[in-house]
């Protein structure tokens, strides 16, 4: 190997070289982890979408006395070419912890005879016990709550032994509900029937046929909004994301700031670095190496540790959430998003300012350096 590549200048610098190796890796951590965070939060408040997606819910507007959906409007549904089926819905929810406090999770109180219908469009599974009965304060929970809050087959949702239980009244969990949809089951007949749900909207659910999802939405957005709210998987998604527009926008500010006086602290460790290295750059000038030369070894050293370190960082950042989610945030019932590409690009610009900021302040050196100087030993 040539002995001024820059694995050899490595190699014989470790010491030097660990204090902006470790903490660029680490940088690319703690920058990741706001990305994570912010992210399994937003991934969380759009699993509630996942719902949309398979069924959209028509529920009255409580505008100018739209109490309940008119029976002409049933009608027009069940007969538009888009929609597969409609039955009664009272759309009621429970609590669910999470990363940034507790959110609702809905329960679909639904004739018997429709639960097997919903458990296959939302390829959900009856995990254990059973399905709720006609009439009775039953519920079948999803498995994603039940591990969330430490619940078992059996137990009761009461809101009179737990203040952050959404619920007006209690309800017995009689079965675990498994699959890709955070979804809940109760009977339409025992809600419908009790003074504590009076006050929910009596709605229709409608479910698409094979691919006119898209279709449908449109003809539900077509509804008149005073009479009716049509909850549809892009209205919601929408919504969504105007909420969170905030939030990314936040991280990034937070970030921004972080990775600028990272930069300034790598641009300083490495102008020390370089007055340390004076002799040997004003040595190679002596004996003949072209500035260029001298430029370009400087640069790619820095740039190189930059991106390795960056690659360090990500690698650390992948292990250690993987750790987090297996031993700690799974068996509650919540995961990480880990490493995807939103938080990904959180990181990016690390290697990129940093690469700059250190590369710009050796460049500027050595380009008003003097290598008589060294020569004469004047430095």
Known sequence: MHPLAVLVYYSRNKLKLAPIFFVLALAVFGISLTGVLSGSVMDTARERLEVYRVAAQIAPSFRQGHTTIEPALKSDLRRNPNIAA?????RV?????????????FIFAVDAEVMPVLLERFDLQLAAGRLPRVGAPEIALHLG?????????????DPEKDSQERLPAKMEIVGVLQGPTVLSLASLEYVAR???FRGYARSLLTLPHAGERVAMENDLRALDENAVRAF????????????????DAMVWAINAVVILVLSLLVGLLNLIYFLDRM??????????????????RALIEALALTGAAWV????????????????????????LSVLNWRALQFTLPIPVMVGVFAAGTVVWQLLNFDPISIIERRD
């Open 86 to 90: 409609t039955y009664p819905l009272i």
């Open 93 to 105: 929810s429970t609590y669910l912890p999470t990363l940034s406090g507790t959110t609702s999770t």
């Open 145 to 157: 709550v039940i591990k969330a809050r430490g619940l078992k087959l059996g137990e009761t949702l």
């Open 194 to 196: 009790r003074s504590e």
């Open 232 to 247: 549809t998987y892009s209205a919601e998604l929408r919504r969504y994301e105007r909420d969170f527009a905030s939030l």
């Open 279 to 296: 002799n040997e750059f004003g040595l190679l000038l002596g004996i003949g190496y072209p500035r260029a030369f001298v430029i370009r």
């Open 312 to 335: 360090f960082g990500v690698l650390f950042s992948i292990a250690a959430y993987t750790w987090l989610n297996a031993w700690l945030f799974e068996p509650m019932g919540t995961t």
